[in-house]
Structures are given as C-alpha cells and as structure tokens.
C-alpha cells in the first residue's frame, strides 16, 4: 500500500512562515510528479505547486515569490516552504504524487490526508 503523510501545518501570524513536509511510503517502484493543493472552506482545490522528478518547479500566481517547492528522493519526501503568508492562505493543504507502486508499469495519482494550515491577522 502507498500512503501520503503531511506534516507541519498549525496555526501561525500574518508574516510568518510554515514548511510543510510530505512522506511517501509502501512498496514504490518510482515517484514521478509531486505537488501540493489546498483547498480553503467553501471552495474547490486549487493547486498551490508542483514539482517534477527532474526538479522543474510550477507556482500558482499567488505563491510566486513567497512559497518554495522542493523534493528528496532518496527520502520520497516533499517540502512546502510558506514564507510571508497571508491570511488568505488559510486552508487544508493536501500533497499530491504520480507514484508507479512496486510490480506495476502505470503510475497512480495519490492524495494525503490533508494538513490544516491557519494564518492570523
């Protein structure tokens, strides 16, 4: 079994900054893209960045500049680095991965659990 799990959200003042970080597990043959969603009360998931295996890196306009995607694969792990945040940036924020499982030739699209992130004004 593959499992996502975040970690690093709380609740944190306007200005300040928050790294999130996301661990893939189980029997993996390889991890292709990773990326990072949220999804705020009242309306759809929206796709905060994402980041290949080859470390190119793609930002929603209303992060460039202020968050910062990176990726270990020898610890199947993805970071979110949130600097300046905003109280608009208030939301759950879910780690996404393509992932081919072990004995498969397809890859697979799998979602964490979600991790609450809150900014105060």
């Known amino acids: 079994q593959v499992q996502l799990v975040e970690s690093g959200g709380g609740l944190v003042q306007a200005g300040g900054s928050l790294r999130l970080s996301c661990v893939a597990s189980g029997t993996i043959f390889t991890i292709n893209a990773m990326g990072w969603y949220r999804q705020a009360p009242g309306k759809q998931r929206e796709l905060v960045a994402t980041?290949?295996?080859?470390?190119?890196?793609n930002y929603a306009d209303f992060v460039k500049g202020r968050f910062t995607i990176s990726r270990d694969n020898a610890k199947r792990t993805v970071y979110l680095q949130m600097n300046s945040l905003k109280p608009e940036d208030t939301a759950v924020y879910y780690c996404?991965?393509?992932?081919?499982?072990?004995?498969?030739?397809?890859?697979?699209?799998?979602w964490g659990q979600g991790t609450q992130v809150t900014v105060s004004s």
């Open positions: 996404n991965a393509r992932i081919v499982p072990s004995g498969s030739y397809f890859p697979r699209n799998y």
């Open positions: 980041i290949t295996s080859g470390d190119s890196t």
